[in-house]
């Protein structure tokens, strides 16, 4: 969203950027006196043991209850002040169980355009646990109805959010993931460091960065370096750069395993994460949703990283095989650890087809261009 607020300013227009958790857990708009860290830590110790007493399925239903009633809370800090920016149209992405903008737009009588991906809930579902599957798709069927326009992120995207909740294809629009090369700059001294830490000169290093959730599929880069570990291929490293939960899990299998070609890198500040794509050699997408692809694969473009990316119909929209990228067989180990092979025995294809990605992304990628069917939306 803050790409797509930033081309919308390079396109000359105002925004009132509406950030629902930054403005419930800011305390000079609700006149809150922050706790200490150490009460805060007690509480949470606590909200913890309580929650081990409570089903799932309750606790799932709680907060679900918790989600609506934030939001209501949002809509009353905030309708005085949009209300008096007097925008022209609203334009937000699609949160789970949230239906703001649809009352909102309503009220100020302006357009609504409301961006998903249609999948959202699932993803919540297999990370975190949903209440119900089908109260959330039946909420997100009833907003995405009620909006002026339905904003997906690529053409395969459109069609099949159009099918799953049966919505009429010319309010579907199709706005891409962006880019700003500006916002990718690394500083030489940072980059020595961490080249020194990990010891990757001269390495081939396959690199993934961004949230490690399981739907990012990265237990097929973990298989795939076990397959690459057997082959004694010491010079092509893993490099994983992110945490999370399940973060933690893949590493004790990558301790037990006693994969030397793996690298946790562990969180990472958003500020230093240009001095780690400048370690990578390739990148790689170990797995995404089949209507929607990351923006890390653009990310890596900025880099002029050869990206790999599976199999999925999405891709091939954006990445020409063996010209800007290489695909392996979704949800395969054997498959991308193959790839991974080839590429470093063919380093110079792989190197040109970094730059041609680099290029490509370049021209039709970058913010102030994804934005132009909203704005053409707008002037019809």
Not at 3 to 16: A, M, Y
Not at 263 to 280: A, E, M, S
């Amino acid at each position: 969203m803050r790409g797509t607020i930033l081309g919308f300013q390079e396109n000359g227009f105002d925004v009132l950027p509406i950030i629902g958790g930054d403005v419930i857990k800011n305390t000079r708009t609700l006149n809150i006196t922050p706790t200490s860290n150490s009460k805060t830590s007690k509480q949470n110790v606590l909200r913890e043991r309580i929650k081990s007493f409570i089903p799932r399925r309750l606790r799932l239903f709680l907060r679900d209850l918790r989600t609506i009633w934030q939001e209501r809370k949002l809509q009353r800090l905030t309708y005085n002040q949009i209300f008096d920016y007097k925008p022209d149209f609203i334009y937000e992405r699609s949160g789970y169980l949230l239906s703001y903008g649809n009352r909102l737009s309503k009220k100020l009588k302006v357009p609504h355009f409301i961006e998903t991906d249609g999948c959202m809930v699932e993803i919540i579902s297999k990370d975190y646990g949903v209440f119900s599957e089908y109260i959330g798709n039946w909420i997100e069927k009833r907003k995405l109805k009620n909006a002026d326009f339905v904003v997906t992120m690529s053409k395969m995207g459109a069609s099949q959010v159009a099918r799953k909740f049966s919505l009429r294809a010319e309010n579907i629009l199709v706005k891409t993931l962006g880019v700003e090369f500006s916002n990718f700059k690394y500083d030489e001294a940072s980059f020595a460091q961490l080249l020194e830490k990990y010891s990757t000169k001269n390495k081939f290093v396959v690199g993934f960065a961004g949230a490690i959730s399981t739907y990012h599929g990265v237990k097929y880069l973990i298989e795939a370096a076990s397959f690459l570990h057997k082959k004694n291929c010491s010079e092509i490293i893993l490099m994983i750069v992110g945490w999370s939960k399940e973060g933690e899990r893949l590493k004790k299998i990558v301790e037990e395993k006693n994969l030397d070609n793996v690298i946790f890198t562990g969180r990472v500040n958003k500020k230093d994460i240009p001095n780690y794509y400048k370690l990578f050699t390739v990148g790689v997408i170990p797995n995404a949703e089949e209507n929607l692809y990351p923006i890390k694969v653009l990310e890596y473009g900025v880099f002029k990283l050869c990206p790999i990316v599976p199999d999925y119909p999405v891709f091939k929209d954006i990445i020409v095989e063996g010209e800007t990228g290489y695909y392996f067989q979704p949800q395969n180990s054997l498959s991308l650890s193959q790839i991974i092979l080839n590429l470093f025995n063919n380093q110079e294809g792989c190197n040109q087809a970094g730059q041609r990605w680099h290029a490509h992304v370049k021209e039709y990628f970058e913010w102030k261009n994804t934005v132009r069917p909203i704005i053409d939306a707008l002037s019809k």
